[in-house]
C-alpha cells in the first residue's frame, strides 16, 4: 500500500488559481468515484473539502474545485487567499477495502 | 454538536500494548462507519483502520494483525487496541466518523487526536 503521490509544495499569489494532483493506480483512484481531499491547518484536525471527486461539503468555499482523469485526480484552489496556506491531503478507497491518504502538498501564498 | 474525543494516548515502550478511546456525541458509533487515521511527528495522514456499521473491519498493511478495532454501543465509543506497539506508531490518532451520506469513505468529523509515543 503506496501513498497516493502529490507535489510536496505549490504555491501561488493571492488571487491566483493553484493545481494539486493526486496520482494513484487502477486498484485506487482510478477505479472509484471516491476520491476525498482534506485542508489541515498546522496543529489542527484534517478538514474534509471534497468528496466523490468534486463535490463539496456544505459551507466548503466554492473556490475549490475537484477533478479526475484515470489514475490521477485533482484539487483546484481559485482566488487563492492568505487562509488557503495550509496542508492539502488526497485519499482513495481502493479494492482491497481500504483507504489511502496522498504524500500531502504544502500550499504556500506569496 | 456533534463530537468526537480521544483519549488513552502516552508514553508506551516498544512491545507494549495500548487502547485507544473514542467517545462520540451528536451521533451514533453503530450507525456510522468509524475510522482511525494517524499522524507521525512532521508526517502526512496515513489511514489505520475502519469499522463499518455492520461490523466488518479492515486495516492498514503497517498495523494489520496488530491493531483492532471495536465499539461499544452502550458507551457510544469505538476503540483502537494496539499490541507488539514499534516506534514506527509513535503518532498523533484521530477518530473520524465517514459519512454515509458522502459514500461512507469521505471523513467530515474528526476529533482532537490523542498522541502516542512509542519509545525505550
Redesign the interface.
Known amino acids: 500500500q503506496s501513498a497516493l503521490a502529490q507535489p510536496a509544495s505549490v504555491s501561488g499569489s493571492p488571487g491566483q488559481s493553484v493545481t494539486i494532483s493526486c496520482t494513484g493506480t487502477g486498484s485506487d483512484v482510478g477505479r472509484y468515484k471516491f476520491v476525498s481531499w482534506y485542508q489541515q491547518h498546522p496543529g489542527k484536525a484534517p478538514k474534509l473539502i471534497l468528496y466523490d471527486v468534486s463535490n463539496r461539503p456544505s459551507g466548503v468555499s466554492n473556490r475549490f474545485s475537484g477533478a479526475k482523469s484515470v489514475n490521477t485526480a485533482s484539487l483546484v484552489i481559485s482566488g487563492l487567499q492568505p487562509e488557503d496556506e495550509a496542508d492539502y491531503y488526497c485519499s482513495s478507497y481502493t479494492t482491497t477495502s481500504t483507504l489511502l491518504f496522498g504524500t500531502g502538498t504544502r500550499v504556500i501564498v506569496l | 454538536e456533534v463530537q468526537l474525543i480521544e483519549s488513552g494516548g502516552g508514553f508506551i515502550q516498544p512491545g507494549r500494548s495500548l487502547t485507544l478511546s473514542c467517545a462520540a456525541s451528536g451521533l451514533r458509533v453503530n450507525s456510522n462507519y468509524m ?1 482511525w ?1 494517524r499522524q507521525a511527528p512532521g508526517k ?4 489505520v483502520s ?1 469499522l463499518y456499521s455492520e461490523g466488518s473491519t ?5 498495523v494489520r494483525g496488530r491493531f483492532t478495532v471495536s465499539r461499544d454501543s452502550s458507551k457510544n465509543t469505538i476503540y483502537l487496541g494496539m499490541s507488539s506497539l514499534k516506534v514506527a506508531d509513535t503518532a498523533i490518532y ?1 477518530c ?1 466518523r465517514g ?1 454515509i451520506e ?2 461512507g ?4 468529523i ?4 490523542t498522541a502516542v509515543t512509542v519509545s525505550s
Open positions: 475510522t487515521v502526512g495522514l496515513e489511514w475502519i479492515y486495516y492498514a498493511d503497517s484521530y473520524a459519512s458522502m459514500g469513505t469521505a471523513f467530515d474528526w476529533g482532537q487526536g
